[in-house]
């Protein structure tokens, strides 16, 4: 995982930051009305102009976790009340949550909620996507045939490892929606494949080994 730039927006009674090997560039922050985010103005983000509740709503829509905010000097943000996984089509997998991702540091506070994880096998930023599935053409559109043991509460802490060349291990209540958003897995455990060759996608079928998948 490469180093973080964090770029960093102060206002009067908070601050936005920004971590710029995290963003994909959806552009929820940039298509918000309001002007906390401009593209081309200097500094394109200025929270003075806006309310520390919108700050935080618009911050909130960030997929990635490249965006939190700090107010008064205290880290801010709150965990969606269900933990979910949205298998993107074509992209990656879209977290939100009470998220804890093994070997992740305190240098990246905006992925306690919210994370964009790799699963094309291409991210130089690995567990995180970086947009690779785009230069290499990954296709997967995001169905999910598995139904799980339906037995997720709705909350509760999220572990998140990612195996030493194999795919990404959720263990903690957990809803899984396919990239037509319909809600289509709930369990407590499940392996998800990060190498990009799994036939049984968005689970982890084995294939990473025959791959020779390396997540370093």
């Not at 964090?6 to 002007?35: N, P, R, T």
């Not at 296709?139 to 037995?151: F, I, L, N």
């Not at 689970?203 to 998948?213: I, L, N, P, S």
């Amino acid at each position: 995982m490469a180093e973080s730039k964090v770029y960093e927006f102060s206002g009067e009674k908070v601050k936005v930051c920004w971590d710029k090997q995290l963003c994909i560039h959806v552009g929820e922050c940039v298509q918000a009305k309001g002007d906390l985010f401009i593209m081309g103005r200097d500094p394109w983000c200025q929270p003075d102009l806006t309310t520390v509740d919108s700050v935080a709503d618009v911050v909130d829509r960030c997929p990635s976790g490249a965006l939190y905010y700090d107010s008064k000097g205290d880290e801010q943000g709150v965990a969606d009340w269900e933990n979910t996984a949205v298998v993107a089509g074509n992209g990656p997998l879209f977290v939100r949550g009470d998220l804890e991702i093994d070997g992740v540091d305190g240098e990246k506070p905006g992925v306690r909620f919210r994370a964009a994880l790799c699963r094309c096998g291409h991210s130089a930023n690995k567990p995180f996507c970086d947009n690779s599935h785009v230069k290499v053409g990954f296709e997967d559109y995001g169905a999910v045939g598995e139904t799980g043991d339906g037995k997720a509460g709705d909350s509760g802490k999220l572990k998140i490892t990612p195996l030493q060349d194999g795919p990404l291990l959720f263990s903690g209540n957990l809803t899984i929606c396919a990239g037509s958003g319909r809600k289509a897995w709930s369990g407590t455990n499940v392996a998800l494949c990060r190498c990009g060759a799994s036939k049984n996608k968005p689970f982890c079928d084995g294939a990473h080994r025959e791959a020779g998948f390396k997540s370093d």
